[in-house]
């Protein structure tokens, strides 16, 4: 199968990796060189299911608590730091400790004395904290790096020009906040963030500071590296940070810890996340185009599993729509599902579903309920046979 990925993104790159697997012979088109105008290069790279949970819903929980296994599984040796994530309030603001330990789960409650094992840096600044030792975390940039090296040693062709859609058997479209206004109903979160280097403090995992206002998290890179975030701001702007929030997040970073006063600031950035109205995911097929996007803060925890129900639907369709008509601009997928198809299996598709269900493969995530809708214009879970993030409407948070 000929494979188009638009977008080089960790969605795009993520599907690519997972198709490659499958015997797929995979073209990415980015328009950008780099990875500078992906959301996805300036994320903390956590994969925190549990401590996201505090605002997202169960399916992020369940559909992220593998992502560490698949990162660790394809990224080099190292890459994946399993130390979990440490929350801390200062004690004026306990009860958002509280309020947090409420919303979530798979952390223990700990006191002075085992932050400051856990962190010596932090000892004696916070009186209590939650510690989530199941998470880890991982460096986007290299992560989304190692990835690209990977495919293309696998032969995979990274493109910026013009492409020919018609040469492939399937596009798999994973343009991200490219899409707003074109997606029905997918909004931008802008969310700015900060690299602050520094010898003075030394954090072996993210620090997240509670705040009624101003969250703050703070992500080692090694080498005096922390990646400082951020901002959650309803606008598709990708302009330079603001003054505001350039000024709150170093005063959070402040409260963590003082010495981060004397670090120097080596960059400041945003991205744009891809948000539907409940923050959650979509993998949407219409004729020969998979549509991912609306990964809103979660791109790295969730792509692993993203990436496997867009092969599972890659190789498990009918036969492509001979004449498929793009959605024009303005028109939302989600207003055309009766166009849109997920993961129906035709005799014509048994062969390489058989092939698919023999190709050894990681396990997947336990089986919880699907979250597709119970509207006619909505795409259905499909139970019992991927675990998709289906079309659904939701509410605003
Ligand atoms: C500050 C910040 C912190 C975050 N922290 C975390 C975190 O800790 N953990 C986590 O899991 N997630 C985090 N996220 C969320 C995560 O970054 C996003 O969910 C994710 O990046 C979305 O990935 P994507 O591939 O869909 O989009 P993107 O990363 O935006 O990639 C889309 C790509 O498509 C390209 N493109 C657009 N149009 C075209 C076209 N027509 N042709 C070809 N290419 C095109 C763009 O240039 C871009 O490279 C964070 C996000 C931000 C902004």
């Given at each position: 199968?000929?494979?188009?990925?638009?977008?080089?993104?960790?969605?795009?790159?993520?599907?690519?990796?997972?198709?490659?697997?499958?015997?797929?012979?995979?073209?990415?088109?980015?328009?950008?060189?780099?990875?500078?105008?992906?959301?996805?290069?300036?994320?903390?790279?956590?994969?925190?299911?549990?401590?996201?949970?505090?605002?997202?819903?169960?399916?992020?929980?369940?559909?992220?608590?593998?992502?560490?296994?698949?990162?660790?599984?394809?990224?080099?040796?190292?890459?994946?730091?399993?130390?979990?994530?440490?929350?801390?309030?200062?004690?004026?603001?306990?009860?958002?400790?509280?309020?947090?330990?409420?919303?979530?789960?798979?952390?223990?409650?700990?006191?002075?004395?085992?932050?400051?094992?856990?962190?010596?840096?932090?000892?004696?600044?916070?009186?209590?904290?939650?510690?989530?030792?199941?998470?880890a975390h991982v460096d986007p940039r290299r992560a989304l790096s190692a990835l690209r090296h990977g495919l293309e040693a696998q032969g995979v062709v990274f493109s910026g020009g013009t492409i020919d859609q018609g040469r492939?058997?399937?596009?798999?479209?994973?343009?991200?906040?490219?899409?707003?206004?074109?997606?029905?109903?997918l909004r931008g979160v802008r969310g700015e963030m900060l690299y602050l280097q520094t010898d003075e403090v030394a954090l072996s995992r993210p620090v997240r500071l509670l705040h009624p206002r101003i969250p703050l998290y703070?992500?080692?890179?090694?080498?005096?590296?922390?990646?400082?975030?951020?901002?959650?701001?309803?606008?598709?702007?990708?302009?330079?940070?603001?003054?505001?929030?350039?000024?709150?997040?170093?005063?959070?970073?402040?409260?963590?810890?003082?010495?981060?006063?004397?670090?120097?600031?080596?960059?400041?950035?945003?991205?744009?996340?891809?948000?539907?109205?409940?923050?959650?995911?979509?993998?949407?097929?219409?004729?020969?185009?998979?549509?991912?996007?609306?990964?809103?803060?979660?791109?790295?925890?969730?792509?692993?599993?993203?990436?496997?129900?867009?092969?599972?639907?890659?190789?498990?369709?009918?036969?492509?729509?001979?004449?498929?008509?793009?959605?024009?601009?303005?028109?939302?997928?989600?207003?055309?599902?009766?166009?849109?198809?997920?993961?129906?299996?035709?005799?014509?598709?048994?062969?390489?579903?058989?092939?698919?269900?023999?190709?050894?493969?990681?396990?997947?995530?336990?089986?919880?309920?699907?979250?597709?809708?119970?509207?006619?214009?909505?795409?259905?879970?499909?139970?019992?046979?991927?675990?998709?993030?289906?079309?659904?409407?939701?509410?605003?948070?």
């Open positions: 199968m000929r494979v188009l990925i638009k977008g080089a993104g960790v969605a795009g790159l993520t599907a690519a990796h997972e198709l490659v697997a499958r015997g797929a012979a995979v073209m990415v088109a980015e328009r950008t060189q780099g990875f500078a105008n992906a959301a996805s290069w300036y994320a903390g790279g956590m994969l925190a299911p549990w401590c996201e949970r505090e605002s997202a819903e169960e399916a992020v929980l369940i559909r992220g608590a593998a992502a560490a296994d698949w990162w660790e599984a394809v990224l080099p040796a190292g890459s994946v730091h399993r130390n979990g994530t440490l929350v801390v309030a200062p004690p004026r603001d306990a009860a958002e400790l509280r309020r947090f330990a409420s919303r979530t789960s798979g952390y223990r409650s700990i006191g002075a004395e085992e932050i400051g094992a856990l962190e010596p840096a932090l000892a004696g600044r916070f009186r209590e904290a939650l510690f989530f030792p199941e998470e492939f058997d399937l596009t798999v479209d994973c343009t991200g906040a490219a899409r707003i206004g074109e997606i029905k109903g703070i992500v080692p890179r090694g080498g005096g590296l922390f990646m400082c975030g951020a901002t959650m701001i309803e606008s598709d702007d990708a302009g330079p940070i603001t003054a505001r929030s350039l000024m709150e997040l170093l005063n959070a970073a402040y409260v963590l810890h003082p010495a981060f006063a004397e670090a120097r600031l080596v960059e400041t950035g945003a991205g744009v996340r891809p948000a539907f109205a409940d923050n959650l995911p979509r993998v949407m097929r219409q004729a020969n185009t998979i549509t991912v996007n609306g990964l809103y803060r979660h791109g790295f925890l969730l792509s692993p599993a993203i990436a496997e129900e867009v092969a599972a639907l890659a190789y498990d369709v009918p036969p492509i729509d001979p004449s498929p008509t793009p959605p024009h601009k303005g028109e939302g997928l989600s207003s055309r599902c009766d166009r849109l198809q997920f993961s129906a299996v035709s005799p014509d598709a048994k062969v390489t579903a058989e092939a698919e269900a023999a190709r050894p493969r990681k396990p997947l995530p336990p089986a919880g309920r699907g979250w597709g809708g119970a509207n006619s214009d909505e795409l259905e879970w499909n139970e019992g046979k991927h675990f998709c993030f289906s079309e659904r409407r939701g509410q605003d948070r």
